[in-house]
């Protein structure tokens, strides 16, 4: 993986994921491999939403110019990467309308007319849709996009500081949880103030590691406070029967989360998707040989995975086996059952892991138990072995001149000043990333006060 841009644009096309050639700049297809792999991720992340109480409902995609910018600080971020629908038909419009960069604006003047009580709180909701930007910077499939075609953004309401803070929390063990069951390994910091998101009081974000040593976003958890809820007037009649403003958070993540799970467990050859979100999880492979068809074996292996309860498919078609094995090891397909002449023979099949490469000869009476019991195995490793790599590249520094080379992340103390960050940005060339949320306390390396442990690294 020795350029990561052209590795992983070379995955996606031959993968069949997206296709990114759609004629609008930072907007591409996904096809339908991708699209399943989409919908697996997603169905996790949707159990861990609906088992924690919120509930999913579907926000329209324009909002109007005067609400976009009714909470100041949210327009400031966001007004310069608007994309604004200015016509109908052949008319001009009398009000613009944005294309949603994000829904705060579209959802929480609604909100108020529906939170009326206590008793309508807490209010936890989400949805799962585009989201548009226009990116000025380079795009990149899934990495940067203008249209962010999997925002699953979620938002709360409170009626106090207490219960939002305590959403905070739930929200980061729930992608902690999603993060976890994906294998992806990620690094929480609360964000500097001047990396908050825009009209929020504080912001913790999720980051993994790219094959270069570079952070990736990859989930948000915002405490909004009252500052959107002043603007909007969500308020509510207490118990003592005073009017009182609601306490807010939102959270998200989106395409980079697959974008991650591409990276995060690939090699020379390609993704390989762990087996609870593969959407082949094992593919069957018949190799032809003088006298001897495979194909009935092939046939019954298929059908044993397939009532194991296994996404599984037997590639009979007419290339040759390595075209086949080539085919499927990029496609990410973690486990390949092989059917030749020795295992019609010994009524078996051999079972290679896309990982390790290793070959296990399995009875076709035990395949499915087996099979099972192999892909929990690739599953744990892989998460395994993408924790440790992120692991090796961060680097713990005590003093500046530690602060060089390609490709780390830096753990360092940091103060939290402003003057600090900028001294320590100015003199290595990389960003001060935040504190770590779980993190150790000790002394700033700029200037010695009481600090916590952070990461100093270059950043997409
Ligand atoms: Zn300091």
Known sequence: MKDFTDWFERALV???????????????????????????????????????????????????????????????????????????????????????PTSETAMYPMFSLWIRSHTDLPLKVYQVVSVFRCETKMTKPLIRVREVTTFKEAHTVHATAEEAERQVREAVEIYKKFFDSLGIPYLITRRPPWDTFAGAEYSIAFDTLSPEGKTLQIGTVHNLGQKFSRVFGIEYLDRDGSHKLAYQTCYGISERVIASLIFVHGDELGPCFPPSVAPVQVVVVPIPFEGCDPLPLSQEAEQELRKAGLRVEL??????????????????????????????????????????????????????????????????????????????????????EEVKGEGKVFRFFWCGKRECAERLEAQTGVSVLGQEVEGKEGNCLVCGERGKSSFLAKSY
């Open 315 to 400: 590639d009979a078609g007419e290339q040759r086996p390595g075209e086949k094995f080539y085919k499927w090891d990029r496609k990410g397909v973690p486990l390949r059952v092989e059917v030749g002449p020795k295992e019609v023979e010994g009524r078996k099949v051999t079972c290679v892991a896309r990982d390790t490469r290793e070959r296990m000869e399995v009875p076709l009476e035990e395949l499915g138990t087996r099979v099972k019991e192999i892909l929990r195995q690739i599953e744990e490793r892989l998460k395994q072995r993408a924790w440790e790599k992120m692991k090796e590249r961060i680097a713990e520094v005590r003093s500046l």
């Open 14 to 100: 031959e993968a069949e994921l997206v296709d990114a050639r759609y004629p609008v700049k930072g907007m591409c297809v996904w096809l339908p491999y991708g699209m399943k792999l989409r919908t697996l991720v997603l169905g996790i992340l949707r159990d861990l939403l609906e088992q924690s109480g919120h509930r999913e409902v579907l926000f329209p995609l324009l909002i109007p110019e005067d609400q976009l910018a009714k909470e100041a600080e949210h327009i400031r971020g966001f007004e310069n990467q608007v994309f604004w629908v200015t016509r109908g038909g052949g008319e001009d419009l009398d009000v613009k309308l944005a294309l949603r």
